[in-house]
């Protein structure tokens, strides 16, 4: 059999339905052996937005995406794809090809050592030399890529290697379980639960990751202990719950902090530190029990003092079993922390103003989602505002990076998310920044024939940078830009464009947009100037006051 076609076989037996990239001269034979294959080759209009696309496939399905790219520059340009993945814990295969390893006439040109380049952004990196070990090579990848913590591996495949015949076969996967936690860590956290006053919920990315969201329900619900979630946590129980005490998008100073501030034991189910922190540690006043499928990475501002680590969903499962619920558990200033955040949040969700203010941007976004509906959003200001105020009733449906914050991912992630969900609503929200970052893939995809509507968010500024610049008390600044003509730029990609002009606009453009296929693509512009009063001042302010 020819090495390349061994590869592809590995590949469709590991399940992969896609293979996002840009194929070189290097990946010829292997792109021959997809044309024959069971595998649909999805090809971008850059190896990063191919490496956004892959890690989502990953995240949303937990088996891993691959992608695909040519040597040195091909390679070079998926690097941000794979920081995101790895850092984001999201599984993703890369492939790269490589000019002939055993004899080659073109000196250096377009050689760079992609295996180390990719050494401290993956789990695992490694060039395949020969046709005998793609199988193991290809398994092993696939391995490390989703066993927890998952991210992203890498197997260069060189040219020659790619036409060799070899003899070697399908390596196959082990059956395995995830091991669970053990008796005694349940004991002692179902103790330490017990036995605190004030007990507080948070849940992370890794419940996100993996199916936990009944056995939280289940323990929420026999306990009626209240939750609060990360960014990357949203979703995996009802934030309509009247538990739900909020979001953790700014570290400190909101009115969950103040919940935070008064409990007195933080049961942690899936946060780990990659994200922004939900909170700072500081002394050893307030314990915390860390869930997790890993243990805890020691950090200044987190030291979990007890740690559960094994399956998660087991271990929710073990706690809802074991922990009774108190007398003495109060909750009543939780309470008065909800009712004053709710107050807030509700706060600007009818504002009629024009440019949109944040607040109803949100509310508007929210109402024209149907529940099982995706939104994923770039990197900007206004993801702090959807992590605060749009509340996820599923899980996964808030796609948003918070470990490596990445402009430029929103657009491909919602591709992806269409592909995996072809059935559901998928909208991309971008920054007029991050939106340019990888605009190209508009034409990716309308040639995919994608439903998909993509809103950008104009205010002609990197405005995130521009709310820290003001809260830094710096002198305005370096940090604003002209922008396209947006409704011209994507209808010569053949979208649908649209503009909105006034703010009662924008809930049925989005509702008839989401009611037709096709790629919808809607300019809005907002009004960011009360970012740093209500962000940095207000919130402070009216939280410090309960
Ligand atoms: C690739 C990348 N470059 C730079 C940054 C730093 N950064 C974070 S948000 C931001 C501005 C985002 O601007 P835009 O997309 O227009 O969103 P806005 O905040 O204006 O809504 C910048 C430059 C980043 N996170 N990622
Ligand atoms: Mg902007």
Not at 105 to 120: A, E, L, T
Not at 334 to 358: M, Q, S, T, Y
Not at 454 to 479: N, S, T
Request: with cysteine; charged share 25%.
């Amino acid at each position: 059999m020819k090495a390349s076609d061994l590869l592809v076989s590995a590949l469709e037996h590991e399940g992969v339905k896609y293979l996002f990239g840009i194929p070189g001269e290097e990946n010829l034979d292997l792109l021959d052996s997809i044309r024959k294959s069971t595998i649909r080759l999805v090809l971008t209009r850059h190896e990063q937005a191919a490496g956004f696309m892959a890690a989502t496939y990953g995240r949303l399905t937990g088996r891993p995406g691959v992608c695909l790219a040519t040597l040195g520059p091909g390679a070079t340009n998926l690097v941000t794809a794979a920081a995101y993945a790895q850092l984001g814990a999201m599984p993703m295969v890369m492939i790269t090809g490589q000019k002939p390893i055993k004899t080659s006439k073109q000196g250096h040109f377009q050689i760079v050592s992609v295996v180390d380049m990719m050494r401290p952004l993956t789990k695992f990196t490694h060039q395949i030399v020969s046709g005998e070990s793609i199988p193991s090579r290809v398994r092993e990848a696939f391995r490390l890529a989703m066993e927890e913590r998952p991210g992203a591996t890498h197997l260069e495949f060189p040219e020659d290697i790619a036409r060799e015949q070899t003899r070697s076969t399908i390596q196959e996967a082990s059956r395995v379980r995830r091991p669970i936690a053990e008796q005694k860590s349940i004991r002692l956290a179902t103790e330490l639960i017990e036995q605190a006053r004030h007990p507080l919920l948070l849940i992370g990315s890794a419940a996100n990751r993996k199916t936990t969201c009944r056995m939280l329900r289940l323990l929420i619900d026999r306990t009626g202990i209240p939750f609060f979630s990360t960014q990357m946590g949203k979703g995996v129980v009802d934030e309509r719950d009247p538990l739900y005490l909020g979001n953790a998008a700014l570290s400190a100073g909101d009115f969950l902090h103040r919940a935070i501030d008064h409990a007195d034991l933080i049961i942690n189910v899936g946060h780990d530190v990659v994200e922004k922190p939900p909170f700072f540690m500081i002394d050893g006043r307030l314990q915390v029990i860390h869930i997790n499928f890993t243990s805890a990475a020691v950090d200044p501002v987190y030291f979990p003092q007890v740690e559960v680590v094994g399956d998660i969903a087991n271990s929710i499962w073990q706690l809802s079993q074991c922990v009774e619920r108190q007398l003495g558990w109060d909750f009543s200033f939780f309470d008065k922390v909800r009712e004053r955040l709710d107050a807030h949040l509700a706060d600007g969700a009818n504002d009629p103003r024009f440019p949109i203010l944040p607040q109803r941007l949100v509310a508007d976004v929210r109402q024209a989602m149907p529940p099982d509906g995706i939104i994923a959003l770039d990197n900007g200001i206004y993801k702090i505002w959807f992590a605060r105020n749009y509340k996820a009733y599923q899980t996964n449906t808030v796609l948003l990076d918070n470990a490596l914050a990445s402009m430029g991912a929103g657009l491909p992630s919602a591709i992806a998310a269409r592909l995996v969900f072809p059935e559901k609503k998928v909208m991309a929200i971008c920054g007029d920044g991050g939106f340019m970052m990888n605009s190209q893939e508009l034409e990716t995809a309308v040639r995919l024939k994608a439903n998909l509507v993509v809103l950008i968010l104009r205010d002609d500024a990197y405005g995130m940078i521009k709310w820290k610049q003001a809260h830094m008390g710096f002198d305005e600044f370096g940090l604003d830009f002209g922008n396209p003509d947006f409704v011209k730029y994507a209808e010569s990609y053949g979208a649908r464009a649209h503009r909105v002009e006034k703010t009662d606009q924008l809930l049925p453009l989005l509702e008839s947009c989401h009611a037709c296929s096709g790629v919808d693509v809607i300019e809005v512009p907002v009004d960011y100037s009360e970012n740093d009063r209500i962000l940095n001042q207000q919130i402070r302010e009216l939280s410090a006051a309960i």
